[in-house]
């Protein structure tokens, strides 16, 4: 209503004005909350534009009681091709160049965050910052007919900060063929290499994604928070470090609402009645 009243007033000045739309939408049913990649044009390429708007879908709905999980998805048969390089050309300058990667790193460390797991589901191409967003996503479930790459050096721009995500999620010989060869991998290399949890023919991609989402969906909220929470804190600590942080984390997880009923209900053979609380 706001846009098209603004609209309306431009148009009485003469000015050319462009439908609004937004690059990602989110939708929710049934405890699962979807956020839509939405701009073929580019190939869903993560400008400012994209990553604010996928990002506010992040931060305004991860904190809906009755969410368990997010999956980030795309419209087309690219899930992302990276940055829009319109916005890195010279004449932006560094200024400009610092705030997109600045703004890509600040959605990175709000998926990893979230309370809630975040999902990629990816059917076609997943390249540079789009592959760093798969990587950086608490899992990924893909099509078979998927490819990934990184492949900035071929447009004179290292993929630096896509590498980052990359070396964390697969082994360094993997990690350095991707960055340094720019060539895609396969659905199944990316299985293989642990970029992805699973993967599966396209036909079967929504009822994988299903069974995943209810899985996670018949688990306390509040307990997958708090576990969520301590598996990313545990990777930066060393061994004996993450073992006496996690003792105690689970000591705390066992005094909460659901840690008690979810025991309580083992020994009494019946489900668990969550009620999704710290």
Request: net charge positive.
């Amino acid at each position: 209503m706001i846009a098209t009243k603004f609209g309306g007033i431009l148009k009485s000045f003469g000015a050319v004005v462009k439908p609004y739309r937004l690059l990602s939408t989110y939708s929710q049913k049934d405890g699962v909350g979807t956020i839509l990649l939405d701009n073929e044009k580019t190939r869903n390429s993560l400008s400012m534009e994209m990553m604010n708007s996928v990002l506010k879908n992040v931060v305004e709905n991860q904190n809906h009681a009755e969410l368990r999980c997010i999956v980030l998805a795309a419209k087309g048969h690219v899930f992302s091709a990276g940055h829009n390089l319109k916005e890195l050309t010279a004449e932006h300058g560094a200024d400009q160049h610092k705030q997109v990667f600045h703004k890509c790193s600040e959605l990175i460390d709000a998926i990893r965050s979230a309370p809630i797991p975040i999902i990629a589901k990816v059917d076609g191409l997943a390249a540079a910052a789009g592959c760093q967003l798969v990587a950086s996503c608490d899992m990924a479930i893909c099509s078979d007919n998927s490819t990934f790459s990184t492949p900035g050096a071929s447009f004179g721009i290292f993929c630096s900060t896509p590498g980052i995500a990359v070396v964390r999620a697969v082994p360094r010989m993997k990690a350095a063929y991707m960055l340094f060869t720019g060539l895609p991998i396969s659905a199944a290399e990316a299985l293989e290499a642990g970029l992805v949890s699973k993967v599966v023919s396209k036909d079967s991609l929504d009822e994988e994604l299903d069974k995943i989402c209810k899985a996670i969906a018949s688990k306390s909220r509040s307990v997958i928070a708090l576990g969520k929470k301590f598996f990313y804190e545990q990777m930066a600590m060393d061994v004996t470090t993450a073992y006496a942080r996690g003792e105690q984390i689970m000591v705390d997880n066992l005094a909460t609402v659901d840690g008690r009923e979810g025991i309580k209900s083992f020994v009494e053979k019946r489900k668990p009645l969550w009620k999704h609380t710290d």
